[in-house]
């Protein structure tokens, strides 16, 4: 049973540009968010999605977006990058309160 | 909004000693908590829940208490070894029960031959 698989694992952009990042959650789950982690610290919420649908958002602007499809599979998409949103962002799959990780995408924003 | 605190200072012990980790919480009350483990360039990894009318909760050499008075939680690993090394996150659920997840900064533990 594969686990949570996130792409790319590695990313550089320059800042302004666009970037989707891309989640297939564990077999059976439904409802996926996606983290921010910044180096040294813990996971931020971003949003999590549920039957296709934004059920939760963090404290993130317009500029970070995401989908679901059908399928649960799901995507984060950032425009007008920032040096600061260089992080490791981390997709989540669930099915109850215990959450279960991707091993992330290292994006840098030069 | 709510705060979480936890140990900023890596927590350095000696093999087989054990490793005590502590998450304190203000303006707000989980209905539970999470610990995970993450190791450097891996994502989290779930270890143990505890809700807030359980005071200890225990799987294999992991245990965790919740004093929902002190708005404190301690994650206890006995018999520490240094495949335990890792950092340390706690999570506690975001007000309304929505499945929002808010972390601490996370506890570095190394543990030393």
């Known amino acids: 049973d594969a686990g949570v698989t996130q792409s790319p694992t590695h990313l550089i952009k320059t800042r302004g540009q666009q970037v989707t990042l891309r989640c297939s959650p564990k077999?059976?789950?439904?409802?996926v968010s996606w983290y921010q982690q910044a180096l040294g610290q813990g996971p931020q919420f971003i949003f999590q999605?549920?039957?296709?649908?934004?059920?939760q958002r963090g404290n993130f602007p317009d500029r970070f977006s995401g989908h679901q499809f059908p399928n649960y599979s799901s995507e984060l998409n950032v425009n007008a990058l920032l040096l600061g949103d260089s992080a490791l962002y981390l997709c989540a799959s669930s099915l109850d309160e215990k959450l279960f990780f991707g091993s992330g995408t290292q994006l840098s924003v030069l | 909004s709510q705060k979480i605190e936890q140990n900023s200072e890596a927590l350095n012990i000696q093999e087989g000693k054990t490793a005590t980790l502590t998450c304190n919480y203000t303006n707000y009350s989980p209905a539970y908590l999470q610990w995970y483990r993450q190791d450097p360039g891996r994502g989290p990894v779930f270890l143990l829940l505890?809700?807030?009318?359980?005071k200890e909760k225990r799987k294999e050499r992991l245990k965790v208490t919740f004093d929902t008075t002190l708005k404190q939680s301690l994650f206890h690993i006995t018999a520490s070894q240094p495949a335990d090394s890792a950092t340390y996150l706690c999570a506690l659920d975001g007000p309304g029960n929505t499945g929002k997840l808010i972390f601490g900064q996370g506890t570095t533990l190394q543990v030393k031959p």
């Open positions: 505890i809700r807030e009318n359980e």
């Open positions: 077999s059976g789950h439904d409802t």
């Open positions: 999605y549920y039957e296709e649908e934004e059920r």
